[in-house]
């Protein structure tokens, strides 16, 4: 079977940051934790290298870890539920996608947890983008994604590949990032992915969920940052490369790097963005922060 890869696309992934943070996060972790899981380009990697014992993955959006959660408990049924939206997306690609998104316009509670994880899915893969983002009202409101050819919309072996990483000792949390890391040690290992400070009025892509991340959340969080590494733990936070964000660091590692981010809607308007990665203690210094900075067309 193939590693296991991140089964959504999401705003924000590190998949450009992922050799700058595998070379920086230590090989042997007790448990790891990553309270933004989003995608979780960085835990599916751990994973395939098998650098921690235990993982604990927490966010906000209890969709998505509803659907961590079922994908490690109910792989056979998600993947079932999964074809029958296949199924009728290929009979009418509009009227499956609009009638599927409006499944929160009443009470999403009212379906199973297995038709709730089967939705984020399917409308992750068929939606403008791979765009997961809702109004205030918590209701999802990207719209159907054109393509060139159909989307894979039940990817089943690498589904399976998912559960059984995820069922190898993980445990998964919905709510506040610093509940979720209260026990970590020295040896455990914290990855801080939050959503981004933003850099421009129009860059604010932070609608994962109604509720928002505002810069009084980025505070608190580098106050939780410093706690974590005066208890020795290696913790790890990657954000926008602005005065404020390092100000809030000052005094920790910080490696620049340099990434393409494909969010506007707008083509001439994406485009390479400096971004930070914000480490807890000494970077080894047979490699300089120069050389670790990354430039990715």
């Not at 899981?37 to 959006?61: I, M, P």
């Not at 190898?168 to 990032?177: A, K, L, M």
């Not at 954000?239 to 620049?256: A, K, L």
């Not at 990434?259 to 485009?271: E, L, M, V």
Request: aromatic share 10%; net charge negative.
């Amino acid at each position: 079977m193939k590693p296991a890869r991140p089964f959504l696309k999401w705003v924000g992934g590190k998949t450009q940051l992922l050799p700058t943070l595998l070379y920086l996060i230590p090989k042997e972790i007790k448990t790891y934790y990553e309270p933004f899981t989003g995608g979780g380009s960085v835990f599916w990697a751990l994973a395939e290298e098998k650098r921690f014992k235990k993982a604990v993955l927490n966010d906000w959006n209890a969709e998505l870890t509803n659907t961590y959660t079922v994908i490690r408990d109910m792989p056979d049924q998600l993947i079932s539920q999964l074809n029958i939206f296949a199924d009728e997306y290929t009979a009418d690609s509009e009227g499956t996608f609009d009638t599927i998104r409006a499944f929160d316009r009443d009470d999403l509670s009212q379906h199973s947890k297995v038709i709730r994880a089967a939705r984020m899915i399917f409308l992750n893969k068929t939606c403008y983008n791979g765009l997961y983002r809702v109004n205030k009202s918590g209701q999802f409101n990207s719209p159907l994604g054109k393509f060139d050819s159909p989307p894979t919309i039940c990817d089943e072996e690498n589904l399976r590949a998912c559960s059984d990483v995820l069922a190898e000792g993980t445990t998964i949390h919905t709510g506040d990032f610093a509940k979720v890391v209260k026990d970590a040690v020295e040896g455990d290992v914290v990855y801080f992915d939050p959503p981004y400070e933003p850099i421009s009025n129009t860059a604010d892509f932070t609608s994962y969920t109604s509720v928002g991340f505002g810069m009084d959340d980025q505070l608190r969080l580098a106050t939780l940052f410093k706690e974590l590494a005066g208890r020795g733990v290696r913790a790890f936070m990657s954000n926008h490369d602005t005065p404020s964000i390092r100000e809030m660091y000052e005094g920790f590692e910080i490696v620049t790097v340099k990434a393409r981010r494909n969010i506007n809607s707008k083509g001439d308007s994406r485009g390479h963005v400096m971004e930070v990665i914000v480490v807890s203690h000494s970077v080894p210094k047979e490699e300089s922060l120069f050389d670790l900075a990354m430039e990715l067309d």
